[in-house]
C-alpha cells in the first residue's frame, strides 16, 4: 500500500479527552474516529488490526471444533421475555421499537438467539456436543464508556455457545474453551491469565476471566507469579484428548479478581510470588447449567430415550477491546508497538528522497520484493521530510521500518529498523528480507 494512496490520518497532538495510553494512540494513529459516546469508526489502520485479532480468534475456535455462523444485532424482544432477561437486563440494554410498535433491542449478548436456534434444529443426543460461534457487534449502553475502544458502548464481541448433555460433558466444552483462549491470546503476544470469577447462579469452578496485567486496567487482580510463565498448549493441543491436565496447569495457581479474591489464600502465597496488579479482561468464559434451557425448554433425547434439559456455557472474548488492550501492554513513548501478529502491515518502506531517481528506484524494487514475499507493506513514497516519516512510523508501530536513501543507494544496502527493540541494520535487500521473514 502507497501510504500517499492510502487513508491514515495521524496527528501530533495528544487528545484532551483520552486518559490512557492506548487511546491517544488509536486516535492520534488514526486508528479510530469517535463518532458518539463509546461508538467508533474503524479507520483503515484500525480496521486491519481489528480483522487481524479477529482471524486469530476464529482459527483458534476452529482449531477446538467450534462452528462460526453469524447472529444478527438486532433482535426481537419476545425471546428474551421467555428467558425473563428483558427485564431483568436493565439500563445496559438498548430498546428499540420498529414500525409495527414491536418490541427489538440491539443485542448485548446471544444466549436467548442461539437458544432458539438450537432448539428449533437439534432434537437428538447424537448431535452433540455442538458449539456455535460468531463475531458480530454487541451494543451495552454502559453507565461510562470510557478508555476508547476498552469501554465502548459498541462493540465487537466473539461469542461461543456450547450445548452438551449433562454437566460432564460440558465441563469438557468449557476445557476447550479454556485452552483456546490461552493459545488466541499467545498468538496475539499477550499473557492472558485465567481468573477465578464469579460463577452467577449455578456455583461451582467453571468460571474464568481472562485477564491481561495493565497499569491502566479496571479490575484490580491477584494471583501467583509462577503464571506468568507458563507456556500456552500451542497448536499441537489435541483438542479430543483429556484436558484436565492443561487445565490444571493453571488453576493449581492462586489467581482471583478483586470480587473473589482471599486475601488470606493470597497472603499465603511467598512474598515473592505474589502478584497484586491491575488487569484487563479480554475474555470470560462461563458454565451456566440449564439457566436458558429450562426456561426456554431446549431439550434432546437421550440415548435411554428420555428427555432431558440441555447443559450450556457462552464463551467471550472482546475483539475490539483487544485492539486497546494489546497497545496498552506494547507501546513506548513513540507510538505502539504491535506484536508481528496482529500488525496492520508487516514492514513501513520509507524512501528519505522520494525525488532522486536511483532511490526511487531502489524503493521500488524493495516494494516490489516485499509484496511478492508475502509480507504487508505500507510504502511511505510521499514528498515530507524524513523526521516527520519517522515520526509517523514510530506512532504506528509496524514491527519493520526499511529506509532507503541515497547513501545506501550508493553501498547497495537499505537499513533495517525492528520497532519492538530499535536494533537497527545495514544490508542488502536480499538479506533484509531474510531476516524479516525470519523474524516472524
Ligand atoms: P466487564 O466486566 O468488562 O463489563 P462483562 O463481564 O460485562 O465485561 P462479558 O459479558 O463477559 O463482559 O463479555 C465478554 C467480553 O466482552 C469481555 O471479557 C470483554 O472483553 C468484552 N466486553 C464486555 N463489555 C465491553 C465493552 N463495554 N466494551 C468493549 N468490550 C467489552
Ligand atoms: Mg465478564
Not at 448433555?165 to 468449557?174: G, H, L, V
Not at 452467577?200 to 491477584?222: C, K, R
Not at 428427555?307 to 485492539?323: C, F, P, Q, T
Amino acid at each position: 500500500m502507497r501510504l500517499s494512496k492510502y487513508f491514515l490520518p495521524v496527528s501530533k497532538d495528544v487528545p484532551a479527552d483520552a486518559a490512557i495510553a492506548s487511546h491517544q494512540l488509536m486516535l492520534r494513529a488514526g486508528m479510530v474516529r469517535q463518532n458518539g459516546a463509546g461508538i467508533y469508526s474503524w479507520l483503515p489502520l484500525g480496521h486491519r488490526v481489528l480483522r487481524k485479532i479477529e482471524q486469530i480468534v476464529r482459527e483458534e475456535m476452529n482449531r477446538a471444533g467450534a462452528v462460526e455462523m453469524l447472529m444478527p444485532t438486532l433482535q426481537q424482544a419476545d425471546l428474551w421475555r421467555e428467558s425473563g432477561r428483558y427485564d431483568d437486563y436493565g439500563a445496559e440494554m438498548l430498546r428499540i421499537t420498529d414500525r409495527h410498535e414491536r418490541d427489538m433491542l440491539y443485542g448485548p449478548t446471544n444466549e436467548e438467539l442461539i437458544t432458539d436456534v438450537f432448539r428449533s434444529f437439534v432434537k437428538s443426543y447424537r448431535q452433540l456436543p455442538l458449539n456455535l460461534y460468531h463475531i458480530q457487534w454487541k451494543f451495552r449502553d454502559e453507565i461510562r464508556p470510557r478508555f476508547g475502544v476498552m469501554r465502548g458502548r459498541e462493540f465487537l464481541m466473539k461469542d461461543a455457545y456450547s450445548f452438551d448433555i449433562d454437566a460432564e460433558a460440558a465441563r469438557r466444552s468449557y476445557q476447550k474453551m479454556f485452552c483456546a483462549y490461552l493459545n488466541a491470546f499467545d498468538r496475539m503476544g499477550l499473557t492472558a491469565i485465567p481468573m477465578k470469577a464469579d460463577p452467577g447462579p449455578i456455583g461451582g469452578d467453571l468460571s474464568h476471566e481472562f485477564i491481561i496485567l495493565a497499569d491502566t486496567g479496571e479490575s484490580a487482580v491477584f494471583c501467583d507469579k509462577a503464571l506468568l510463565d507458563i507456556p500456552a498448549p500451542g497448536a499441537d493441543l489435541d483438542f479430543d484428548s483429556d484436558l484436565t491436565a492443561e487445565m490444571e496447569k493453571r488453576t493449581q495457581y492462586y489467581a482471583a479478581t478483586d470480587e473473589k479474591h482471599d486475601e488470606a489464600a493470597f497472603e499465603a502465597l511467598p512474598k515473592e510470588q505474589q502478584v497484586a496488579a491491575r488487569g484487563i479482561e479480554v475474555g470470560h468464559i462461563f458454565y451456566f447449567g440449564t439457566k436458558y434451557s429450562e426456561p426456554m425448554n431446549a431439550s434432546i433425547q437421550t440415548s435411554e430415550g428420555d428427555k432431558a434439559l440441555i447443559h450450556g456455557g457462552s464463551y467471550g472474548i472482546g475483539v475490539s477491546r483487544l485492539v486497546g488492550g494489546i497497545i496498552e501492554a506494547s507501546h513506548d513513548y513513540k507510538g505502539i508497538i504491535w506484536p508481528d501478529a496482529v500488525a496492520p502491515f508487516d514492514v513501513g518502506l520509507i524512501s528519505l528522497r522520494p525525488k532522486d531517481d536511483a532511490v526511487a528506484t531502489a524503493c521500488e524494487e524493495a516494494y516490489v520484493a516485499l509484496t511478492e514475499a508475502g509480507l504487508d507493506v505500507l510504502y511511505d513514497e510521499r514528498d515530507e521530510r524524513p523526521g516527520a516519516k519517522f515520526a509517523t512510523m514510530e506512532l504506528i508501530g509496524l514491527p519493520w521500518q526499511m529506509t532507503i536513501g541515497p547513501k545506501g543507494v550508493e553501498k547497495g544496502v537499505v537499513e533495517l529498523k525492528r520497532r519492538e527493540t530499535g536494533e537497527t541494520s545495514e544490508l542488502p535487500l536480499a538479506e533484509a528480507l531474510a531476516m524479516i521473514k525470519g523474524g516472524r
